[in-house]
């Protein structure tokens, strides 16, 4: 029976995945090439992380599919991945590499796995000096300076440019001073966190003082209801007759 063929594909947001190694054999190679598995309802594949360099994924890439290759597995290996036919790093948006660069970045908030990790990612986009919605802002400011520079009457338009400028600092308001929050993400809430807290901190002997006996407990109740109880006693008790006294 052949072996299963396996495919080694760079993705259209750059990210590098190795699809058909399910069993155990051909999982074990790809995984010694440096691959990371990933299980979960899509299925067992492989995935380098998003943040290898392009030169480090093709020689990998390559690797895993002579590993395979040799244990008689068939490799489809995309071009753009072999170091036998690729002559020029693989640019999945073509001439836009600030888009190409974004996709990154989105896929390392998507593959995540805590709040640090969350944190990390979005920081590329929030950091106030050098993040993505800051160069983002920058650019359309300076299209609309431009655009007034080079024709007086097209204001309209400069404006335009100038408003998005605007929007993406509002949005930049929106999401400040975010890192405690996002590192906590996917944590104990702090309510769950605080009671736990309070709970250890309690003195044992405070504990105790707190805690009521049945005796005390059947005290209360009998304190609490035991003019009722009277009553009723009272009144169930058969009156005498009234009479002469001897």
Do not use: C
């Amino acid at each position: 029976m052949p072996a299963p063929s396996i495919t080694i594909t760079s993705e259209f947001s750059g990210s590098v995945v190795a699809k058909g190694a399910n069993d155990d054999l051909s999982a074990l190679l790809i995984k010694h090439a440096g691959f990371q598995q990933i299980d979960d309802w899509y299925g067992r594949r492989h995935r380098l992380p998003t943040t290898t360099p392009i030169a480090d994924q093709v020689a990998i890439a390559t690797h895993a599919a002579e590993m395979l290759r040799a244990a008689r597995y068939g490799v489809d290996l995309a071009p753009s991945l072999d170091t036998a036919q690729m002559s020029a790093p693989a640019r999945p948006l073509g001439s836009y590499a600030a888009g190409a660069e974004l996709l990154q970045i989105t896929d390392r908030i998507r593959s995540a796995e805590n709040g640090a990790d969350l944190h990390r990612a979005v920081d590329h986009l929030l950091h106030p000096e050098h993040g993505a919605l800051e160069r983002v802002r920058e650019a359309l400011e300076a299209a609309g300076e431009q655009i007034n520079d080079l024709d007086d009457e097209a204001y309209a338009l400069a404006d335009r440019f100038g408003f998005a400028a605007e929007f993406v600092s509002s949005a930049q308001s929106e999401l400040v001073d975010l890192e405690d929050e996002l590192r906590r993400v996917g944590g104990p809430s702090r309510s769950q966190a605080e009671t736990r807290t309070r709970s250890s901190d309690l003195p044992a002997s405070k504990s105790a003082a707190l805690a009521v006996s049945p005796a005390a407990a059947k005290a209360a109740v009998i304190s609490a209801f035991g003019i009722e109880f009277t009553d009723a006693r009272a009144a169930a008790r058969p009156q005498r007759a009234s009479g002469p006294r001897r």
